[in-house]
């Protein structure tokens, strides 16, 4: 069974803390994804990587980084956490870039005081 | 970035009963797909739509890919009680660098 598997479900950090939000895929997939799914707004892009080392801006990259050290790993940092970055995020992988066959992760709620 | 217009919100409907929802954009684009998310889960693609005036099912699922490429369309028939979840469509733009943009998803909730 392929899976995505992110370290956390919930998360609760002060403001201005450093956050770390890892995700792991056993699929030998290529492109990772992150997102973030606030109610109302859908699933929107942060950043994605198509390749170890490298990472694209999604829509709404500021206020986060990610790093892609091996190929099944993909991490978000929040390099000083707001309140306005409290939300669900999302882990995805994909072979293709258009993403027909996307498997998402199960989500880390994230929650900054 | 940009953002596909789903349609209604939430819906709070009666177990047999059927289900439509649409999604719409002001754009073209060459793919469509839908996913379900289930309640503490991540998305899970249903159907994927890859021609215009395309209707594809998946059990009591049907999708269509609108002739104007700017919309597409998701029916339940006869809701049963684990259809409860989060639904929302995705497209790929027609230029643009293939990245998948979802819509806002339509929460639908079986009422007893």
């Known amino acids: 069974d392929v899976k995505v598997t992110q370290s956390s479900r919930y998360l609760v950090k002060r403001t201005g803390e450093k956050v770390f939000l890892e995700c792991v895929q056993d699929?030998?997939?290529?492109?990772m994804f992150w997102y973030r799914q606030d109610p109302g707004l859908g699933l929107r892009l942060i950043y994605f990587s198509y390749d170890v080392k490298m990472k694209e801006k999604g829509d709404i990259p500021e206020g986060y980084s990610v790093s892609r050290e091996k190929k099944e790993r993909f991490s978000l940092i929040l390099e000083s956490a707001s309140t306005n970055q409290t939300s669900m995020y999302l882990c995805?992988?994909?072979?293709?870039?258009?993403?027909?066959?996307?498997?998402f992760g199960p989500g880390t709620r994230l929650t900054v005081l | 970035g940009q953002q596909l217009n789903q349609s209604p919100q939430s819906m709070f409907i009666q177990e047999g009963e059927d289900v439509s929802m649409n999604c719409t954009s002001s754009?073209?684009?060459?793919?469509w797909l839908w996913y379900k998310q289930d309640p503490g889960e991540g998305p899970v693609l249903l159907i994927a739509?890859?021609?215009?005036?395309e209707l594809t099912s998946n059990g009591r699922l049907t999708a269509q890919f609108g002739i104007t490429r700017k919309d597409s369309f998701l029916n339940i028939s006869a809701s049963i009680p684990s259809d409860v979840g989060i639904y929302f469509c995705a497209g790929i733009p027609r230029f643009g660098n293939e990245k998948l943009t979802f819509g806002t998803g339509t929460r639908l909730t079986i009422i007893p």
């Open positions: 754009s073209i684009f060459n793919t």
């Open positions: 995805a992988s994909s072979l293709a870039l258009g993403g027909r066959m996307k498997f």
């Open positions: 739509l890859y021609k215009a005036g």
């Open positions: 699929m030998d997939h290529e492109n």
